[in-house]
């Protein structure tokens, strides 16, 4: 009922710069929080950043200083600006939103299909 629909994912040089969008859409009463994760071979998924509706940003440290999240709550879309890119961030990024259903009004995680990034020369 809830689509969580990702895209820009690529390929890019080291240094270069990509960014991601990712936008819900269905039965959204409200969205409590977006987030990006990510998942690299072998490694196990984690968050990194995520921005809770009224709240503060948050990073990973690995990426603190060189990607930016932000969202249009007007378009339920969340972004993630990746610059200065690295071959460590080359992974599978998944956008999460944590989303108040019109039905239940119950807080429900949602994840889109990932989108791969790959960081080569």
């Known amino acids: 009922q809830v689509q969580l629909v990702e895209s820009g994912g690529g390929l890019v040089q080291p240094g270069g710069s990509l960014k991601l969008s990712c936008a819900a859409s269905?039965?959204?009463?409200?969205?409590?929080?977006m987030g990006w994760y990510r998942q690299a071979p072998g490694k196990e998924r984690e968050l990194v950043a995520s921005m809770p509706t009224g709240g503060s940003t948050n990073y990973a440290d690995s990426v603190k200083g060189r990607f930016t999240i932000s969202r249009d709550n007007a378009k339920n879309t969340a972004y993630l600006q990746m610059n200065s890119l690295k071959p460590e961030d080359t992974a599978v990024y998944y956008c999460?939103?944590?989303?108040?259903?019109?039905?239940?009004?119950?807080?429900?995680?949602?994840w889109g299909q990932g989108t791969q990034v790959t960081v080569s020369s």
């Open positions: 999460n939103a944590k989303i108040l259903e019109m039905r239940t009004r119950s807080r429900y995680s949602y």
């Open positions: 269905g039965t959204i009463f409200a969205i409590n929080a």
